[in-house]
């Protein structure tokens, strides 16, 4: 969300004048970047033309009636408008409808905005992706050197997460990789659900083959978009968590690593079928073996995959594209202010 954000004002601000007001201490700064970010906000909105929120968290602040009297638009993840908890939600229903434009990152997005706040105007503007993730020259012995781990030879799947139910990567250790034999999965991050697929692999007779590498620097998860076989992407329905988007799509397919992903909330505006990668019905093991048996056997298909995937997401996912239409969006709004 933070990467999302950062990479949002530096495509405005290559095309116009912005002034920026972050929190650069984390959560626990919060109870005072809040107030401190309403008196900034009251102090330079006379010079501004339009007032954007990186989190409809600071929504709240417009509850402060600061007398803003300009456009204020918001960038919606998912999850922040989602957060089941009664008390954010009671809030954000009387300060969000205050926006007066919600950039969503997905149409799924769009939707559950959409029906919590239907006087609010939204719009569809999925994160971009800035250059290539490939490293020219990696090699999986560089991986495996840079991991400190063996990676033996056959197929390599690839998942990057961070490992929480919703990324479903202990049902596919336990329902699918023993239906496709010899395939490794690289699993790069972490999180809660670290043990659970570490004993879903046990379980299912595959610990061998699931390799958890924790987190990463960027140089090494980089060379391991570039020497995988295929990102999988096996996310699974979790009441109260969802998927806004799913950045690393774009960042594997720029590399030229081809997609399997489920298709499943915000997951498909982040694959372009049969150019970046295919989509598959969630938690349906048997579709999922025959599509990964499928591209690890046809070389040529995957390969012609690869060779698309970094062309796509350059003409589609450009942050100077998307710079362009924020600037046009802000312009619009700026002529009809409240």
Not at 197 to 217: C, D
Not at 259 to 286: C, F, K, S, W, Y
Request: hydrophobic fraction near 45%; glycine fraction near 6%; charged fraction near 20%.
């Amino acid at each position: 969300m933070e990467n999302l954000s950062a990479e949002f004002v530096a495509a405005v601000s290559r095309k116009t004048r912005t002034r920026l007001i972050a929190n650069r201490h984390g959560k626990k700064a919060l109870p005072w970047f809040l107030p401190w970010a309403a008196f900034q906000m009251t102090r330079m909105a006379p010079q501004a033309d339009v007032i954007h929120l990186g989190d409809p968290l600071l929504t709240l602040l417009l509850l402060a009636r600061l007398g803003l009297q300009k456009p204020v638009t918001v960038t919606v993840h998912g999850l922040d408008v989602l957060y089941p908890s009664p008390l954010y939600q009671a809030l954000l229903r009387r300060s969000f409808p205050r926006v007066s434009l919600a950039f969503c990152i997905s149409h799924f997005v769009e939707q559950r905005v959409r029906e919590r706040f239907p006087a609010v105007k939204t719009t569809v503007l999925s994160p971009g992706q800035r250059g290539s993730c490939a490293v020219p020259g990696a090699t999986r012995a560089g991986l495996a050197r840079a991991l400190e781990r063996s990676i033996p030879t056959g197929p390599l799947l690839l998942a990057i997460a961070r490992l929480v139910r919703r990324k479903g990567l202990a049902w596919f250790v336990e329902r699918v990789l023993p239906q496709v034999p010899s395939a490794m999965l690289l699993i790069i991050g972490d999180g809660p659900e670290r043990q659970r697929i570490a004993e879903s692999a046990r379980r299912a007779g595959v610990p061998e083959r699931v390799l958890l590498a924790g987190t990463v620097p960027r140089e090494t998860l980089n060379m391991a978009y570039t020497v995988s076989d295929l990102l999988v992407m096996p996310n699974i329905p979790v009441p109260g968590d969802a998927e806004g988007f799913g950045l690393v799509a774009l960042e594997a397919a720029s590399a030229g690593l081809p997609v399997i992903a489920a298709d499943l909330e915000g997951i498909p505006d982040a694959v372009i079928p049969n150019e970046t990668g295919i989509l598959v019905p969630p938690q349906d093991a048997t579709a999922w073996v025959a599509a990964l048996t499928r591209l690890l056997r046809d070389s040529m298909t995957r390969q012609q995959l690869a060779n698309r995937a970094p062309k796509a997401i350059r003409e589609r996912f450009s942050w100077e594209q998307r710079g362009d239409v924020i600037l046009e969006t802000f312009t619009r709004l700026s002529r009809h202010r409240p």
